[in-house]
């Protein structure tokens, strides 16, 4: 089992941006449907290891980017989230 944060957006412009946004960043996240066990409405949220999530909320926030919550789970290890380089290709 492993542990990671999921931050949600009000709207779907806010999720895309924070995509668009992190791209440059050194973090590992991806982008997923909102887990049922945060909410029942459908949307996008951003998967990512929990020690990243400060500095990802800070750097969002910072870039005008509205967060509407984060949220901790405990699931199946799968996949480790994807590294974007400065390019925005893993």
Known sequence: MGIYCYL???????AIRAE?????????????PVPRS?????????????PDVSG???????????????HQLEEKVLKPPKLFTQKGKP
């Open 8 to 14: 949600t957006f009000p709207t779907t412009y806010f």
């Open 20 to 32: 668009d946004l992190l791209k440059s960043r050194p973090y590992h996240f991806k982008m997923v």
């Open 38 to 50: 945060i909410s029942s409405s459908c949307g996008t949220a951003l998967r990512c290891l929990c």
């Open 56 to 70: 990802i909320k800070r750097y969002l926030t910072e870039n005008n980017v509205q967060i509407d919550g984060v």
